[in-house]
Antibody
Framework: EVQLVESGGGLVKPGGSLRLSCAAS????????INWVRQIAGKGLEWVSS????????YYADSMRGRFTISRDDAKNSLYLQIDSLRAEDTAIYYC???????????????WGQGTLVTVAS | NFMLTQPHSVSGSPGETVIISCTRT????????VQWYQQRPGSAPTLVIY?????FSGVPDRFSGSIDISSNSASLIVSGLKTEDEADYYC?????????FGGGTKLTVL
């Protein structure tokens, strides 16, 4: 069974930093590309970033470029999202989601984790 | 970058058929596949339809998808409505450098 479990969310002050983690199991993690998608409370889904298998290709949404850094550790079956200079508008649930096809990155999430809540407030 | 526009809400009674539309604002809807996600309250999104009309694993055949080039839109069709179908539905598509989600449609089963 494919499982993705996010962690690392919490309450952080504006200007602070946070590193989110996503632990994967039930599939060959190193062969799949992974996405981060966020959702502000009561709002829609917003793509944040994607990283290909092998970390060869990394993409960010235009509005996320500069403060967000995606990375992965295939030995630990884990994905990460470093967020710096946090702002109130970054308050959201952050989901990791696997890309559908092994060995490709086509921006098509299939399985999603349950998300981790990031709250930016003083 | 293109955008995907969805109606805010649709509704139907049990057993009826509802259609949720998703219109691409620039570029052809046929340029890249369209996906549909279901999100129940308090839960993560789940993939329902991918590559325009393919049902994801475990999705009942009451759910179907299509695209219409003339209106530059995609549609999610839910037939034989059940109370469990009440949820938010998001369309999604991509281009070579990014992915875009529609604003979401709340499906209410009356």
């Amino acid at each position: 069974e494919v499982q993705l479990v996010e962690s690392g969310g919490g309450l952080v002050k504006p200007g602070g930093s946070l590193r989110l983690s996503c632990a994967a199991s039930g599939f060959t993690f190193s062969s799949y590309s992974i996405n981060w998608v966020r959702q502000i409370a009561g709002k829609g889904l917003e793509w944040v970033s994607s990283i290909s298998f092998g970390s060869t290709y990394i993409y960010y949404a235009d509005s996320m470029r500069g403060r967000f850094t995606i990375s992965r550790d295939d030995a630990k079956n884990s994905l990460y999202l470093q967020i710096d200079s946090l702002r109130a508008e970054d308050t959201a649930i952050y989901y990791c989601a696997r890309d559908i096809y092994q060995g490709r990155l086509i921006f098509l999430p299939d399985y999603w984790g349950q998300g981790t809540l990031v709250t930016v407030a003083s | 970058n293109f955008m995907l526009t969805q109606p805010h809400s649709v509704s139907g009674s049990p057993g009826e058929t509802v259609i949720i539309s998703c219109t691409r604002t620039s570029g052809s809807i046929a340029s890249n596949y369209v996906q549909w996600y279901q999100q129940r309250p308090g839960s993560a999104p789940t993939l329902v339809i991918y590559e325009n009309y393919q049902r994801f694993s475990g999705v009942p055949d009451r759910f179907s998808g299509s695209i219409d080039i003339s209106s530059n839109s995609a549609s999610l069709i839910v037939s034989g409505l059940k109370t469990e179908d009440e949820a938010d539905y998001y369309c999604q598509s991509y281009d070579p450098l990014n992915q875009v989600f529609g604003g979401g449609t709340k499906l209410t089963v009356l």
